[in-house]
């Protein structure tokens, strides 16, 4: 017995005749009764229709086989259709690794867009620092890292470039500078800086360094193995200043104030990209990418 012997069933007793069923299914109708009479057979010669000249109506025995038949053609319908929509990348499971500074801003947006589109993908997020993500990308562990840099930081992956946000200070509420609406690098040259151990902590390092490093700059830069919000807190108690992502605006209630940080071209921006292995045979990772990525 086969699928098709279902569908002919079906057909034969949604249509009352064995030659509707052949018209509905674009097959002659002695195939039908044929292929029938075949099932009918199978079960040990037990009659599923009663033939007249007026059609063919189904017997007791053939209602409860219907019922079966029917079940068995829907549940194949659906895993065919999920097995579709699985290898076009709309169903499925990805494991997406990232820092604990993107926990909020845009990363987080572009995830709540993500699963409202494809409800039936499954995200789960991995929290770890750059040298651990990497790991679980080339052991297939992570699917897909989403990271501060450009597309040339991972060389070993493929990459997409992502969404930029802006570099902001943070100062306690008694700092100086917090009257200014914006604060320009060369007012940051003698300051005492906090950063973490932690990711993104030694991208901020290098950013620091980079417009920081004329000789009369005299930057103090302390790392420190706290999370973010203990290096606010520290902010908070004059300890020092700390550079964050934007997404840090949100904690407003560490007793700190936040400034965008400006050089000559604007403000100054972080970029994020998102990588992944190449090999990596998961169709939802192209479906995450596409949705996620800007718009050109």
């Not at 992944?276 to 596409?290: I, L, M, Q, R, S």
Request: net charge negative; glycine share 8%; hydrophobic share 40%.
């Amino acid at each position: 017995m086969e699928l098709r012997h279902l569908r002919y069933i079906l057909a034969s007793a949604r249509n009352g005749s064995f030659s509707a069923a052949g018209h509905e299914l674009n097959v002659r109708q002695p195939i039908v009764s044929k292929r029938i009479k075949e099932v009918e057979d199978e079960l040990g010669g037990i009659a599923l229709f009663d033939r007249s000249t007026s059609g063919a109506r189904l017997t007791p025995t053939g209602e409860e086989f219907l019922v079966s038949a029917r079940r068995i053609i829907e549940d194949v319908e659906r895993l065919t259709e999920r097995a579709k929509a699985s290898a076009a990348g709309k169903v499925g499971r990805l494991l997406v690794g990232f820092y604990k500074s993107l926990s909020a801003g845009a990363f987080r947006a572009a995830l709540h867009d993500f699963r409202e589109q494809y409800p039936d993908i499954e995200v789960e997020l991995v929290e770890v620092p750059f040298t651990e993500l990497m790991a679980g990308l080339q052991s297939d562990r992570i699917d897909l890292a989403v990271i501060l840099g450009d597309a040339g930081k991972c060389k070993d992956f493929a990459s997409v470039t992502l969404w930029a946000e802006r570099l902001v200070v943070a100062l306690p509420e008694c700092h100086p500078l917090v009257d200014r609406p914006l604060i320009y690098w060369p007012e940051l040259k003698s300051e005492r800086f906090l950063i973490s151990h932690h990711d993104p902590g030694p991208d901020i390092r290098h950013i620091l360094l980079r417009h920081l490093a004329a000789p009369s700059d005299h930057p103090e830069i302390l790392a420190r193995h706290l999370s973010r919000e203990s290096i606010l807190s520290e902010v908070a108690d004059r300890q020092g200043i700390a550079l964050q992502c934007e997404s840090a605006m949100g904690l407003t209630s560490l007793g700190v104030v936040f400034r965008p940080v400006h050089d000559g071209h604007g403000a100054t921006r972080l970029g994020y990209i998102a990588c992944w292995k190449p090999e990596n045979t998961n169709p939802v990772v192209k479906t995450f990418v596409d949705a996620i990525k800007p718009r050109g």
